[in-house]
């Protein structure tokens, strides 16, 4: 059977992975929100000409524009991971950069159902403090909460 990634290991994957992530979303986020800001200051001039109304308006939409790229780039850090993980590959660019690969507890490739319930895991994972993200370090498979939930292992290729 291969060897189980560690904490270490998985945590330097993520960080390869979050700044190819953060780059195609500074596509996205960037540019919808810089709209919606220059807008705003525009209008931040004469704020003393606008009614409560108006104002409350446009911190609305601004709120509105974020929360909305806010959820658009959550699902699509989901859907990278959830199609790289069951792609042949088994890994995203950056567990494929360190040799890491996710499988089944039997050493099998996981499908887009189990890497989807996978990923969508790791939001508990983040919600408790990351301690489901920590618990890598101290499990015996080296698993987190979202694998342990998933039924899935890290593992040197």
């Not at 330097?12 to 800001?37: E, K, R, S």
């Not at 890491?100 to 189990?114: A, F, H, Q, R, S």
């Not at 996978?118 to 993200?133: A, C």
């Amino acid at each position: 059977m291969k060897e189980n990634a560690g904490f270490w290991l998985r945590f330097v994957a993520y960080i390869i992975d979050y700044v190819l992530i953060w780059a195609v979303q500074a596509f996205i986020a960037i540019p919808i929100l810089g709209m919606i800001g220059i807008s705003f200051a525009s209008k931040a001039g004469d704020m003393s000409a606008m009614n409560e109304g108006e104002i409350v308006g446009m911190v609305a939409a601004f709120m509105a524009a974020a929360a909305a790229t806010a959820l658009l780039t959550t699902i699509l850090v989901v859907l990278y991971f959830t199609l790289m993980e069951s792609s042949k590959y088994q890994a995203t660019v950056g567990k494929l950069a360190l040799g890491l690969i996710v499988t089944d507890e039997n050493g099998n490739k996981i499908d887009m159902v189990k890497a989807l319930i996978r990923n969508l895991s790791k939001i508990i994972s983040s919600m408790i403090l990351m301690i489901g993200y920590i618990m890598v370090g101290f499990t015996e498979k080296k698993q987190g909460l979202h694998d342990i939930i998933a039924k899935t292992l890290v593992v040197k290729k």
